[in-house]
């Protein structure tokens, strides 16, 4: 990487100095909604001419003015003479703000599930950890961390818990709420700044299965009066994962799962992404694939970093093709195709979407501006359009017996390390230059890599072709419900033989047709019990479908209820994961502007700081 290259949303001088390893002293005050404390930083020298180390948020200190997206810069002089490869150590003693800080949320005991206690929890991604701590807040650096967390309710860390332990008394056997207990955490592997993550709240653990010849330990964490619940949803499927996927991607990739502990952590709804450290609980044990991505992301993503937002497709578009090839090396080649073929639905909507608002988004590598918000172009773009580029370049190169092998050879060169993208490219042609041929090479030459990379446009740059088996029933009965007068023809036994993944690609389809008439959608929703499914993704479609003309006579009815359903009116659960709440509040407000706002306003503080953000660009365009 050049030396030049800096990353685009970041002020920090890390070219010249960076963080090698950190430690924390915390202690969380819910009265006061703010985390109190220390961060020493153990940083290390790379250039001759050093002045200071800025950070982003005893010495002599100045703090630079605020920018609306990158915080203020921390100046701190340090001593004279450092060389590179000399160490130095800052201690910086301060609190988090209680308004402002996107970082974190905190939630009255009223949001909770048990409604006890409050609860904390943060959301660094991808350049909010300077509003938890004073740090380098880039993916370029990586760092180890040990941490000292003092709290009144359990907390819990990114890292491997020291003490007290998991599987002992719930919050050291003191009292929950009311006793501080200080739990000790040790990170060994560095990450990157944006996988810094706290919660804490009323939190007990229950353990899966330990997996014979593995070092690492599972469970899951969650309130208590859901974790059995939450043990039941993820109990079968999480040790299938770890048996069979992880077993098959540490054989994928050449290398095995290196954090030690791989722990779910059930959070509150109001968590605004669906992975990171979150799961969803929908009953039927229909959503534990999002498992999978983040199992994948222990290696890329976390293992192998974007180096800067610009190059974010790194760790999506690698995880999202790995995490589908996992299906096809464990299933079939059907539901391979069958998960490239569901995500396309959104990308072609995003791709449309920013087609009107910001074509730059179309690209995989986006040029940032300095100071740009990454969160400006959250989408689909890099998780499937990447994904895609990767299929491509698979296809081009004859499949996977020539791809795979290179697939390995980038986890072995790039394995904690962060990256661009023309790193990533000059590596795949070296690569074929050692090991593969005249044919491969130019297979690689002959892909259009600026269309790839930097086009835009609502399509991708090459049609791509998927195996259509799995979505066969389902795109049938969306052609039956487009055409049909009379929906007697129906019953609730259409969809018996389909999983929740078919019944979503069938509600999809429906969305490529002709709106339905009123009539149509009511029994839709009551044959098939979609208007009030617990299952988020099927009731997310069936509100799709049902307000795709925002003028019908019931589009307002419809939308009130999306609305409601998003806002917890019916079981006193917010919808706060960005994939629910932006599209109901954006077909929301295209139905009826003030009715929207005017719920939006009602429930606004229900909301994590980052979702209220993007459900405001919604609103405001």
Request: negative net charge; hydrophobic residues 35%.
């Amino acid at each position: 990487m050049s030396s030049e290259t800096t990353d685009p949303t970041s002020q920090s001088n890390y070219r010249q100095i960076s963080t090698k390893h950190f430690s924390l002293d915390w202690s969380i005050d819910f009265h006061e909604k703010v985390i109190k404390g220390s961060i020493t930083h153990e940083l290390t020298v790379h250039t001759s001419d050093l002045k200071e180390v800025i950070a982003m948020t005893s010495l002599q200190y100045s703090l630079g003015e605020k920018h609306e997206v990158m915080g203020s810069a921390l100046y701190i002089p340090l001593p004279a003479g450092l060389q590179p490869g000399s160490s130095v150590k800052v201690t910086i003693e301060y609190n988090t703000t209680e308004l402002g800080c996107k970082a974190l949320q905190w939630l009255d005991k009223a949001q909770t599930h048990g409604k006890t206690h409050p609860y904390l929890f943060s959301q660094c991604q991808p350049i909010y950890a300077r509003g938890l701590l004073p740090c380098q807040d880039t993916p370029s650096v990586k760092a180890t961390y040990e941490a000292r967390i003092t709290s009144v309710l359990p907390a819990l860390m990114s890292a491997i818990r020291v003490s007290p332990p998991a599987e002992g008394p719930v919050h050291d056997g003191k009292t929950v709420g009311q006793d501080e207990v200080t739990y000790v955490y040790n990170q060994p592997v560095p990450i990157p700044s944006y996988l810094i993550a706290i919660a804490s709240g009323n939190l007990c653990y229950r353990a899966f299965e330990k997996l014979e010849g593995k070092d690492w330990t599972s469970g899951v964490w969650a309130e208590p009066d859901i974790i059995n619940d939450a043990w039941w949803e993820f109990k079968e499927d999480t040790t299938r994962f770890f048996l069979e996927f992880l077993a098959a991607e540490e054989e994928l990739v050449g290398m095995s799962y290196k954090f030690g502990v791989y722990d779910l952590l059930v959070l509150p709804p109001a968590f605004p992404y669906g992975g990171m450290r979150l799961a969803l609980l929908t009953g039927d044990r229909t959503l534990v694939d999002v498992v999978v991505h983040e199992i994948t992301h222990s290696y890329f993503g976390n293992g192998i970093t974007h180096a800067d937002a610009s190059h974010f497709w790194l760790n999506e578009g690698w995880t999202t093709y790995i995490e589908r090839l996992l299906q096809q090396i464990l299933h079939s080649p059907a539901h391979r195709g069958f998960s490239f073929l569901t995500g396309s639905k959104q990308l072609y909507d995003d791709l449309k979407l920013y087609e009107q608002r910001n074509k730059k988004y179309q690209k995989l590598q986006i040029e940032f501006e300095k100071g740009e918000n990454p969160d400006d172009a959250y989408s689909s773009v890099p998780y499937d359009k990447g994904a895609n580029f990767l299929l491509h370049i698979e296809r081009t190169l004859g499949g996977l017996d020539v791809f795979l092998p290179y697939a390995k050879d980038y986890v072995k060169t790039f394995m904690g390390k962060s990256i661009t993208t023309e790193m990533w490219k000059e590596h795949l042609f070296d690569y074929y230059t050692r090991f593969g041929g005249d044919d491969e090479l130019e297979a690689l030459k002959s892909i259009d890599w600026d269309a790839w990379l930097f086009g835009t446009g609502v399509t991708l740059p090459v049609p791509m072709e998927y195996d259509m088996t799995l979505a066969q029933q389902s795109y049938k009965l969306a052609e039956r419900w487009s055409k049909t007068k009379d929906t007697s023809e129906f019953s609730a036994t259409d969809i018996s033989g389909m999983d929740a993944n078919q019944i979503g690609a069938f509600l999809e389809r429906l969305q490529s047709f002709d709106p339905l008439p009123v009539a149509h959608i009511d029994d839709l929703g009551d044959l098939y019990g979609l208007v009030s499914s617990p299952n988020a993704e099927l009731r997310l479609r069936f509100y799709q479908v049902a307000l795709l003309d925002p003028q019908s006579t019931k589009s307002e009815q419809y939308a009130t209820a999306a609305l409601g359903w998003i806002v917890g009116e019916e079981d006193g659960m917010v919808k706060g994961r960005m994939k629910f709440c932006r599209p109901i509040f954006r077909a929301a407000f295209s139905v009826n502007k003030a009715m929207a706002q005017d719920k939006y306003e009602e429930h606004k503080s229900s909301f994590h700081p980052i979702a209220r953000d993007l459900i405001e660009q919604v609103r405001d365009r």
